[in-house]
C-alpha cells in the first residue's frame, strides 16, 4: 500500500493565522487556526510564538513531506521574509528560518496568499485546466494571483498579482497606497458600500448591499455596477498583458455572485479588447482553504 | 571534441523574413533575410513561399538540434498559426507544419515576436540576469514581452506582453484597435512624430525628431516627455502586476537613447508606486537579432 504524504500548509493573514495538514491529493486532514496577536511594532516575540505554537501544533511530529507559508504582503522570496501590512509586528520577519526551526523537515517554501488562493483553485478548483488563470480576491482589499502553464507567477520576490492597485481612473478618488483611482478604491467591498451610502442607501454591510442589490434597489444595483466596471478595467489590462484564458473570483464580495457576476461580464463585453474574447470568468469553488491548498501545492513543487 | 548544436531561428515580421543559424551558446552563424511579399489575402502560397525557401536555404540541410519560430502576431502557439496584423495574406496559417516541412528535423516551436525579443535579452543581452523582466519594442507600434524565473510568458496561446494595447488615457485619442487611449497612440514613434508636428515642429523623422530634442529644441522634448508618460504608466502597471525587476527598452525609437529614457526614468520615480522603486530600466544591447536569437533559445527549452 502506497505512503500518503503529508505537507504542512500555512496561511498567514492580518486576522487569522491558519496551519492545516494537506495530503497530496489536496485532501485538508487537519486544520486549525488562531486570531492573529494584534500586536504593535515591536511586539514581533508575541506574533511569532502564536505562529510557531500552531505550525508545532498542526504538524504534531508527523513526517512532512513539504512546508509551504502562504502570507499576506509585501513577501520577499529571496530572502525568506515577510512584512505584511495589517501585522506591523513582522517587518523583514524570517518566517522561512521561524517555522523551519518550530516544525523540521524540509524548508519551508513562501508565497503570496493571493497566489496561493489562485494556485489552490487552478489545482483543485475554478481555474482546473486553465493555462493562463488569474485569481482575484474580492473583499476589504483586493488581491490577484496569476498561474501561468500550472506554475504560480511570483515576479521578482514574490509580489505578482497586486491588482487592487493598479490604476483605473487617474482622475480618481486618493488611494491608502499613496495613489490615485487604484481598483481598490472602487471595487473593495468597503468601496462600494462607501459609495452606495454616500448616494443615500441606509445599510451597513457589504453582505446587505449584495441583497439590496439582488433584490433591484437602484443604488445597491448601481454601487456593484460600478465596483464590476473598476474590476473590469484591471481584468482587461491583465488580459492583454497575460493572454488569460480564465478569471477566477474569490473573497467575501464573490459570495454576492451574479449580483457581481453579470455586471462584470457585460462591462468586459462592451470594452470589446480581443484579449477579452475568449476570458471566462467565474467564482471560485475552494473556498476559505484556497490559500492552505496553494501553499501545500507550492511546497509540493520544490 | 564536442560537437556544436545547431538551431535554425525564423523571426516573422510585416516588413522582413529572417532566418538565422544560431549555436548553442547564441552565436548567429548564418543570416539572411528578405523582403515581405506584400501579397494581398488570399496570395498565400507567395508569401508561404517566400518563407520555407528563405528556411530551407539557411538550414542548407545542417542537421538541426531544434528550430523556433518568432512571429508578429496574433499567434496562437497551440494550433501553431499565425495571423499577423501586417500580412493579411496569412490568417490561421499553419506556420509550424509549413516550416516543418520546409527543414525536416524537430517540429518548430512557436513564440510571439516581442517575447522572443525579451527572451534573447535575457538570455544573451541587457535582461541577464533578471528573474522578472520586461522587454519592450518601442517602433512603428509597441510591443513586449515577459520572461520570469527565465521563462517565456506566453499566456494562454502566445500573445502575452502586448503591452502598446493597454489604456494609457482613458479620455485620449482613439487607437487603430478599436479602443482608446491605448500606449500606442502616445509613446510609438509616429505617435509622437504626429504630435510634434502638430505642435508646430517641421521635421518629417523620429530619428530627425530624437536629434532635435538632444539639441534641446522644446516640441521636440515634450514630444519625448509625453511619450515616456505613456510609457511610464505602462511600465507601472507592469510592475504593480508582475513584481518586475529590469525593463529592456528596444526598437527603431530605443535608439534615441536618454533623450526617451531621462524623461521614463524620471516619469517612473515622480509615480512613486513602491513596486518599481528598485526597478532599472536600461536600453536593449542585442540589436535587431534579439528576434532570432530569442527563437533559437525559445527551441532549445523544449
Given at each position: 500500500?502506497?505512503?500518503?504524504?503529508?505537507?504542512?500548509?500555512?496561511?498567514?493573514?492580518?486576522?487569522?493565522?491558519?496551519?492545516?495538514?494537506?495530503?497530496?491529493?489536496?485532501?485538508?486532514?487537519?486544520?486549525?487556526?488562531?486570531?492573529?496577536?494584534?500586536?504593535?511594532?515591536?511586539?514581533?516575540?508575541?506574533?511569532?510564538?502564536?505562529?510557531?505554537?500552531?505550525?508545532?501544533?498542526?504538524?504534531?511530529?508527523?513526517?512532512?513531506?513539504?512546508?509551504?507559508?502562504?502570507?499576506?504582503?509585501?513577501?520577499?522570496?529571496?530572502?525568506?521574509?515577510?512584512?505584511?501590512?495589517?501585522?506591523?509586528?513582522?517587518?523583514?520577519?524570517?518566517?522561512?528560518?521561524?517555522?523551519?526551526?518550530?516544525?523540521?523537515?524540509?524548508?519551508?517554501?513562501?508565497?503570496?496568499?493571493?497566489?496561493?488562493?489562485?494556485?489552490?483553485?487552478?489545482?483543485?478548483?475554478?481555474?482546473l485546466g486553465s493555462s493562463a488563470l488569474l485569481g482575484i480576491v474580492v473583499s476589504t482589499g483586493i488581491g490577484g494571483g496569476f498561474v501561468m502553464d500550472g506554475r504560480p507567477v511570483s515576479g521578482s520576490v514574490g509580489n505578482a498579482g497586486f491588482i487592487g492597485h493598479i490604476t483605473a481612473d487617474p482622475a480618481g478618488e486618493p488611494c491608502a497606497c499613496g495613489r490615485t483611482g487604484c481598483v481598490e478604491t472602487g471595487a473593495s467591498g468597503p468601496?462600494?458600500?462607501?459609495?452606495?451610502?454616500?448616494?443615500?442607501?441606509?445599510?451597513?454591510?457589504?453582505?446587505?448591499?449584495?441583497?439590496?442589490?439582488?433584490?433591484?434597489?437602484?443604488?445597491?444595483?448601481?454601487?456593484?455596477?460600478?465596483?464590476?466596471?473598476?474590476?473590469?478595467?484591471?481584468?482587461?489590462?491583465?488580459?492583454?498583458?497575460?493572454?488569460?484564458?480564465?478569471?477566477?473570483?474569490?473573497?467575501?464580495?464573490?459570495?454576492?455572485?451574479?449580483?457581481?457576476?453579470?455586471?462584470?461580464?457585460?462591462?468586459?463585453?462592451?470594452?470589446?479588447?480581443?484579449?477579452?474574447?475568449?476570458?471566462?470568468?467565474?467564482?471560485?469553488?475552494?473556498?476559505?482553504?484556497?490559500?492552505?491548498?496553494?501553499?501545500?501545492?507550492?511546497?509540493?513543487?520544490?
Open positions: 500500500m502506497a505512503s500518503v504524504d503529508h505537507y504542512l500548509a500555512i496561511d498567514i493573514g492580518g486576522t487569522k493565522l491558519a496551519a492545516a495538514i494537506v495530503t497530496g491529493s489536496g485532501q485538508v486532514v487537519h486544520h486549525r487556526e488562531v486570531p492573529t496577536p494584534s500586536a504593535d511594532p515591536g511586539q514581533e516575540r508575541l506574533v511569532t510564538r502564536a505562529l510557531t505554537e500552531l505550525a508545532a501544533d498542526v504538524a504534531g511530529g508527523l513526517p512532512l513531506a513539504g512546508v509551504g507559508v502562504a502570507s499576506a504582503g509585501p513577501i520577499d522570496t529571496a530572502r525568506g521574509t515577510i512584512s505584511p501590512v495589517n501585522i506591523p509586528a513582522w517587518r523583514d520577519f524570517d518566517v522561512v528560518s521561524a517555522v523551519g526551526a518550530a516544525v523540521g523537515g524540509p524548508g519551508p517554501r513562501l508565497i503570496h496568499d493571493s497566489t496561493a488562493a489562485a494556485l489552490g483553485e487552478h489545482w483543485l478548483g475554478a481555474g468601496a462600494m458600500l462607501r459609495w452606495a451610502r454616500a448616494n443615500g442607501w441606509p445599510g451597513h454591510s457589504t453582505p446587505e448591499l449584495a441583497d439590496a442589490a439582488a433584490a433591484g434597489e437602484a443604488v445597491a444595483v448601481a454601487a456593484f455596477r460600478r465596483g464590476a466596471d473598476f474590476l473590469a478595467g484591471a481584468i482587461t489590462t491583465s488580459a492583454i498583458l497575460l493572454d488569460l484564458d480564465r478569471v477566477v473570483i474569490a473573497g467575501g464580495v464573490s459570495a454576492a455572485g451574479e449580483v457581481l457576476l453579470g455586471p462584470l461580464r457585460e462591462a468586459l463585453t462592451r470594452d470589446g479588447a480581443a484579449a477579452v474574447r475568449g476570458l471566462t470568468v467565474v467564482r471560485a469553488t475552494l473556498g476559505r482553504h484556497s490559500g492552505l491548498i496553494g501553499a501545500a501545492r507550492h511546497a509540493m513543487a520544490r
